[in-house]
């Protein structure tokens, strides 16, 4: 069965705008009991139909897969095979994580035997009340698409189903077929049928005609339109045909953090991120906006503020989303159909914006830039802010070349600072905000897009949570330069702490003393974890030095452009030096009783903040 797998996984093509594309770039794994045999063996046997590729961890190589897929706007992927158990609940993690994004990768997780023969088998959950369950069925709630391989011929039906939803841009995600172990060995007739070439067509499909027209309709009645870009405008390569619709309607622009990018940070409606780690211009254009246009965006908790970034009284949305689900979000008017198509058609229609509209936002955007360039140039001393490396690094990278993260602040800070050229350019995994993406997501992007320089940006914390895909890019020789930003443990969550009145409780890198554990607070240096991370990232076989000044992390970023082998930078940011948020509100809350004075302060000022939350239950009118 698992031949006829491997060979009908190779045989799986896409095809969008009359270009075909092979889907499965190859198939990542670590074998054990339960993929040894059976996947593993056909690997092996089958070299030239799907190549393998070795990882350190399970977790990462989902998100490498999820890099590659991303960076590929979702036309091709990978496999991953794992033994079961261990294994297989480590791959959880990263299918949360691109089910979250709406990126496929197949996850290929051995199961228990299917004979019950050996029962347990090593590995196995023993469920005294049910005979079904295998650690395999956590997978169902962070899969699209889940079966579980009793008899060999169950893979015909199982593996269309996979390829079906992997290739829906409406619907795909992780999807799981979960392989008992002896079934992955067993023989069947295999039809010529199932492993003959087969091309998946990705559609384009435009919205309902009377939908289009009502759009419209609104659009030419707006004041104060505003774009939302997400993800999925990007994915639908969308991004030259928005360019033209903002040109001639004069509509701006705001981007999410899956969106950025969707159009040139130079353009003059570019207004830049928006939410809670949004640009000043954006947030103010957003609070005004009396029609949002969203295309391909989810519309999640950071991108509409916490549902206090609209505060027009009469607002009303346009969901451009090739899935209903999103189409439908804050009584939208559904445009369900592809991104591209959709605003090729309405771009049809005759609108533009009023002078004065258009003068005000040019405005905000010129004042934004000179924000960034002030935050790019602090000076600050005696260690550099984070606003600075992110200056340099993207002073370093060329109109093409990848930046890559995923947690932490430098998310956050990233979506208001990185300048952008490149619709590709921009690519931080904050839907499931995974630390111990960045590097093994960066090594997917790489391998999608070896002719760019891929800089991934990460933190301490993130970095210690999972580097070690640094092996399997010097084993793989494939170039990734990381930017490793040292605070000594979790800023973010630190500020995120002290704003809630918890003193950075438990986010602190610094040894234990009495009942002190990793408090935040700015005393001496000298109780920091010795943790010497140049030297951790060398001993993985990176070239990897340490720098103090933005001077140097220039001049190593410049080296870094002659070097072909995986390139690590270190060096210290102001842990308290962090770029401010501009008119944004997020919903997280402090205890509503609490023996500590800051946490009833708090408190306080959660409450307060709490009265902007809009519902957005009004469809347009
Ligand atoms: C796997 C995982 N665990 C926990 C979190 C919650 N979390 C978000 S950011 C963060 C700290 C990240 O630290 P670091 O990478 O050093 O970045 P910094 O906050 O210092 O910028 C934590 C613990 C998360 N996003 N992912
Ligand atoms: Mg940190």
Redesign the pocket.
């Known amino acids: 069965m698992a031949q006829a797998l491997v060979r009908f996984l190779a045989h799986q093509y896409v095809d969008r705008d009359g270009t075909e594309q092979r889907f499965f770039a190859g198939c990542w794994g670590i074998f054990g009991h339960g993929n040894v045999g059976g996947i593993g063996q056909a690997l092996h046997e089958r070299p030239d139909d799907l190549r393998y590729f070795q990882a350190r961890n399970e977790q990462a190589m989902v998100h490498a897969a999820c890099g590659y897929a991303k960076m590929r706007d979702r036309l091709a992927t990978f496999a991953c095979t794992t033994s079961i158990g261990p294994g297989a609940t480590n791959l959880v ?1 990263g299918a949360a994580a691109a089910t979250v994004n709406r990126i496929p990768v197949l996850l290929l997780p051995g199961d228990v035997f299917s004979s019950r023969a050996p029962d347990p088998v090593l590995q196995q959950l023993e469920v005294p009340w049910a005979g079904d369950v295998s650690v395999n069925d956590v997978f169902r709630p962070v899969s699209r698409y889940f079966d579980r391989i009793a008899r060999p011929e169950q893979i015909i039906p199982a593996a269309l189903a996979a390829m079906r939803v992997l290739t829906s841009p409406a619907e795909t995600g992780a999807v799981t077929l979960a392989l008992p172990q002896d079934v992955q060995a067993e023989a069947f007739d295999v039809p010529d049928d199932f492993v003959a070439k087969r091309v998946w067509h990705i559609e384009r499909r435009l919205p309902e005609a009377s939908a289009l027209v009502r759009a419209a309709e609104l659009i030419g009645a707006a004041k104060r339109p505003l774009i939302v870009a997400g993800g999925g405008l990007i994915y639908s390569g969308a991004a030259e045909a928005l360019r033209r619709w903002v040109d001639a309607t004069g509509i701006p622009v705001a981007e999410t953090q899956a969106g950025k990018g969707a159009l040139p940070f130079d353009h003059s409606l570019a207004l830049g991120a928006i939410g809670v780690t949004g640009t000043s211009a954006a947030n103010r254009v957003a609070r005004e906006a009396d029609l949002v246009i969203g295309i391909g965006t989810r519309w999640t908790d950071f991108t509409t503020a916490s549902k206090t970034a609209f505060q027009d009284r009469n607002v009303a949305f346009i969901n451009v989303n090739v899935a209903e689900f999103d189409a439908h979000k804050h009584a939208g008017l559904a445009l369900t159909g592809d991104a591209r198509a959709t605003i090729e058609a309405l771009a049809g229609w005759t609108y533009v914006v009023d002078p004065s509209y258009r003068e005000k936002v040019e405005r905000l955007v010129r004042e934004w830039a000179a924000e960034v360039d002030r935050l790019y140039s602090l000076g600050h001393a005696p260690l550099p802010a ?1 606003s600075e490396v992110i200056g340099a690094v993207n002073e370093a990278a060329g109109p093409r070349d990848v930046v890559v993260c995923a ?4 998310p956050g800070d990233l979506h208001k600072l990185w300048r952008t050229r490149d619709p590709k350019g921009y690519h931080v995994e904050y839907g499931f ?4 993406y960045e590097i093994a997501g960066g090594l997917g992007v790489k391998m999608a897009a070896p002719d760019r320089e891929v800089y991934v940006l ?6 210690l ?1 999972l580097a070690q895909e640094l092996v399997t890019a010097v084993q793989e020789r494939i170039k990734i330069v990381v930017i490793v ?1 040292d ?1 000594h ?6 500020g995120l702490s002290r704003s809630l009145g918890s003193q950075g409780f438990g ?1 602190h890198y610094r040894y234990r003393t009495s009942g002190s554990l990793g408090l935040d607070r700015e005393g001496p240096q000298g109780d920091m974890l010795p943790i010497d991370l140049v030297a951790n990232a060398a001993s993985l076989g990176a070239v990897s030095e340490r720098v103090r000044t933005i001077a140097e992390l220039r001049a190593a970023l410049a080296q870094s452009k002659r070097i072909e082998r995986p390139y690590v930078v270190t060096i210290e940011a102001d ?1 308290y030096e962090s770029v401010p948020a501009y008119e944004s509100w997020w919903d997280v809350a402090p205890a509503e009783v609490s023996a500590i004075g800051e946490v009833r302060a708090a408190r306080e000022r959660y409450e307060k903040g709490r009265r902007s939350i809009r519902r957005h239950l009004r469809p347009p009118e």
Do not use: C, E, P
């Open positions: 993690t984070q947690a932490g602040s430098l905000s995974t630390m111990g990460v933190g301490d914390g993130s970095y949570m930003v605070n443990g979790y800023a973010s969550i630190g986010t842990r």
